[in-house]
């Protein structure tokens, strides 16, 4: 969510001192205010948050009029009432405030809209308007609106745009702010959204091909459990009253049951320790290159998931080489943008230094990095000896965008079976073992 702040301060002068800054967090907004105490010499007297407040106008004779307004404080809201010619008002500030950030739908929605707008020959800052006004979401129409207005105030495009990447991606920020700057904004939007579009396709495909067949067995592991610690034992243990001996299925699972029954707690805490630590770290910088570098090593899915990371890159590359004017800034830029820390990590510390100190040449330093498949680079060193390096860029794209479709739905189609098979397998265990206690005669004198 982006901040909003108003300070007032006394400048070395004497004078009075009023602006406003907008930012992406607290700590964002102290380190900017120091910073405007340091470069003016500043004696800062009040900052004030913007926030959101909910009024309430009592009109003789009417029903109440209820709203919502934004502003750095309770007077100016009573103002702007006060103008509009109310008089009888209540005002509160909203306690609870959570914003939701806006999904990869509603930024693909806004590019395409926009997309379309911009074709019919739109002017930038009334569509924003108008996007704003219909946007739901509110953390995406507060930046539409300060967006039009930074816009309108003159600040540069791609600026403005990159201090809303909390909204929008990084990436897409990037484009959005390129795009106002570039003489055709609507292929610029069109090749944003297919962006987009096309890196939700991949992360629903992972989804698949990963998470989903883990909770399936995770779920199914979860009721094997249950059914033996808690059911099974309510129906076997009937016949321990009776001295006979019990079929050895049947006992094994009541051994396993008490077993569970008496260590659950430990095994839970072995289970879950290493696996919320090993989350943990993975969000770090280190553990982030350290899983992506073994994502792109499993077996059956890792060679794809490596295949679209590529995609993504050059798909990224290919769309702003063009109009970024800086070689250094697109490399940097799609390598944040391939969804692969591990092959990020090595373009910015091999393949950007070997082109900066060493002057090496674009190819050679990509294949340097030793991330890049050899049918990439090849194509790479094709682009570069006829001199379009940008349509050997689309071409790899394009390429491994079609293999990875067609086989990433054929490995989820592949793993999907084996889930089902073992699915399959273990409810058949279990109605063995159930049916075996439906061989247990107890003796009738027992009754």
């Known amino acids: ?71 750095f404080s309770k007077e100016e809201v009573a103002n702007a009432l006060t103008k509009l010619g109310y008089s009888n008002f209540r005002i509160n500030p909203v306690l609870l405030d959570l914003p939701v950030k806006p999904s990869n739908q509603d930024v693909l929605m806004f590019i395409k809209l926009s997309t379309t707008m911009l074709k019919d020959k739109m002017s930038f800052g009334k569509i924003l308007g108008m996007l704003a006004e219909e946007q739901t979401n509110r953390a995406m129409k507060d930046a539409l609106i300060q967006i039009e207005n930074q816009l309108k105030a003159g600040a540069e495009g791609r600026e403005v745009f990159m201090r809303f990447t909390n909204v929008f991606g990084k990436f897409p920020a990037f484009m959005l702010g390129l795009a106002t700057r570039s003489g055709n904004m609507a292929d610029v939007f069109e090749a944003t959204s297919k962006f987009i579009e096309r890196d939700v396709e991949i992360q629903k495909n992972v989804k698949k091909a990963l998470i989903s067949p883990m909770f399936a067995v995770l779920a199914t592991l979860g009721a094997v ?26 006992m094994k699972t009541l051994q396993l049951s008490d077993w569970l029954g008496k260590t659950w707690w430990a095994i839970l805490l072995l289970v879950a320790t290493p696996i919320v630590s090993v989350i943990m770290w993975w969000r770090t910088p280190s553990g982030k290159i350290w899983r992506d570098k073994h994502l792109i090593k499993l077996p059956m899915v890792g060679h794809l998931i490596h295949k679209s990371s590529i995609e993504i890159y050059f798909r990224v590359f290919g769309t702003i080489y063009a109009g970024a004017g800086d070689n250094i800034e697109t490399i940097r830029t799609a390598a944040e943008a391939c969804r692969n820390a591990y092959m990020e990590q090595k373009i ?24 890049f498949t050899k049918t990439a680079i090849t194509r790479l060193k094709t682009g570069q000896e006829t001199g379009n390096i940008l349509q050997a860029a689309q071409q790899i794209a394009t390429y491994y965008e079609a293999e990875t479709t067609y086989k990433m739905a054929s490995m989820i189609e592949y793993i999907s079976t084996f889930v089902g098979l073992f699915i399959s397998i273990v409810i058949t265990l279990l109605t063995v073992v159930s049916a075996e206690i439906a061989t247990i005669s107890p003796p009738s004198s027992g009754f």
């Open 225 to 250: 459990v249950y059914y033996v610690v808690k059911i099974f034992p309510a129906t076997a243990e009937l016949f321990l009253q009776y001295d006979m001996p019990l079929p050895v299925m049947t």
């Open 1 to 71: 969510m982006i901040l909003e702040y108003r300070f007032k301060g006394i400048s070395p002068e004497g004078r009075l001192v009023q602006g406003t800054y907008s930012v992406g967090s607290k700590r964002e907004a102290k380190e900017h205010l120091q910073k405007l105490q340091q470069k003016y010499q500043l004696r800062i007297r009040s900052v004030e948050q913007k926030r959101d407040f909910l009024y309430k106008v009592m009109v003789a004779g009417k029903p109440s009029v209820t709203g919502r307004l934004s502003a």
């Open 348 to 371: 910015k510390t091999i393949t950007i230094p070997l082109m900066l100190r060493e002057g090496e040449a674009f190819v050679p330093a990509m294949e340097a990095a030793g991330i």
